[in-house]
C-alpha cells in the first residue's frame, strides 16, 4: 500500500507529464477539424437528448424520467471504458519512457485517466442543463455528486491500475476488456431500468453480480428520487475497500517486472 500511495503522491506533486501532455493531445486532435472543440460537447448531447429520447419511446417509459437516467449511465460508462480499455496496454504505449527510466507507473495510468476524466466532465456539464430543466431531477440531490462521483472514480482507478499490471504481461488484456465490457454493458442499467430486475428474482441475481450495476446506480439513484439498493451500498463500500488493497498489494508486488515484460 506504501508504494502505490507514495507513487500517487509523487504523480499529483509532478503533474506536468499527465495533465498538461494530456490537454496538448486533446487540443493537437481537434485543432484541425471544423467544429475544432466542439466535438467534445456534441457526442454526450447526441447520445443523451438523441438517444435518450429514442430509448424512451421503445422501453415506454417518460421521457423526463429517460433522458437523465440514461444520461448519467452514458458519461459514467463512457469514463470507464476509455480509462479501463485505455489502461491495458498504456505501458506498452510509454515503453521508450519506461525504459528511459521514468518508472513511477501511476503517471501512466493517471494519463489515460485524466483525458477519460476531461470527456466526463464535458459529459456532465451537458447533463446539468439536462438537471436544470427536467421537472422529475431531485435538484437538492445534486450536490451529492460531489460524494458519489468521487468515489465511483475511485473505483474506476483502482479497476484500471490493476488492468494496467495485467496488460503489461499479457498483451491480449486489452482485447479481452473490450469483449468483456461490451457484454458488461448490457448488464448494466444504462439502457434499461433497474427496477425491471428486483433482487429477490434470478435475473436481478444475476445482473447484481455486474460491480459497475452498484456503481453506477449509487450515483445516479439520488438524482432520480431513489435511495440506492442496500445491496448496491455495501457492493460500493466493499468495491472501494478490497480493489485498492488487491491494487496497493499487486502493484507493490509486481510493478517492479514492468521493464522486463516490456
Known amino acids: 500500500m506504501n508504494r502505490l500511495i507514495s507513487d500517487f503522491r509523487g504523480s499529483f506533486s509532478h503533474r506536468a507529464f499527465w495533465a498538461y501532455a494530456v490537454w496538448l493531445d486533446v487540443v493537437t486532435k481537434y485543432r484541425r477539424t471544423r ?13 443523451i437528448l438523441g438517444l435518450g429520447n429514442l430509448y424512451a419511446v421503445i422501453v415506454g417509459r417518460d421521457p423526463w424520467y429517460f433522458v437523465p437516467h440514461l444520461g448519467v449511465g452514458y458519461v459514467l460508462w463512457r469514463f470507464a471504458i476509455q480509462s479501463v480499455t485505455e489502461s491495458a496496454d498504456v505501458f506498452t504505449v510509454h515503453q521508450a519512457f519506461i525504459m528511459d527510466g521514468r518508472v513511477r507507473f501511476t503517471d501512466y495510468v493517471l494519463r489515460v485517466f485524466a483525458r477519460s476524466s ?26 451529492l455528486l460531489l460524494i458519489t462521483v468521487p468515489i465511483y472514480v475511485l473505483n474506476v482507478l483502482w479497476m484500471a491500475m490493476l488492468v494496467a499490471l495485467v496488460g503489461a504481461r499479457y498483451r491480449d488484456t486489452r482485447e479481452l476488456i473490450s469483449t468483456g465490457l461490451i457484454f458488461g454493458f448490457l448488464l448494466t442499467p444504462i439502457i434499461w431500468d433497474a427496477s425491471l430486475v428486483p433482487p429477490d428474482s434470478i435475473r436481478g441475481m444475476v445482473v447484481r453480480f455486474n460491480p459497475f450495476f452498484h456503481l453506477i446506480e449509487f450515483v445516479r439513484a439520488p438524482i432520480l428520487g431513489h435511495f440506492p439498493e442496500v445491496h448496491s451500498l455495501v457492493a460500493v463500500a466493499a468495491l472501494t475497500l478490497f480493489g485498492w488493497g488487491a491494487a496497493a498489494v499487486v502493484y507493490s508486488r ?9
Do not use: N, Q, T
Not at 123 to 143: Q, R, S, T, Y
Not at 254 to 262: A, D, G, K, N, V
Open 35 to 47: 467544429l475544432g472543440i466542439l466535438w467534445l460537447v456534441l457526442p454526450p448531447v447526441a447520445y
Open 118 to 143: 476531461l470527456y466526463m466532465a464535458v459529459g456532465f456539464l451537458v447533463l446539468l442543463v439536462v438537471f436544470l430543466v427536467d421537472p422529475l431531477v431531485e435538484l437538492k440531490a445534486i450536490p
Open 254 to 262: 509486481y510493478s517492479r517486472f514492468i521493464p522486463l515484460w516490456l
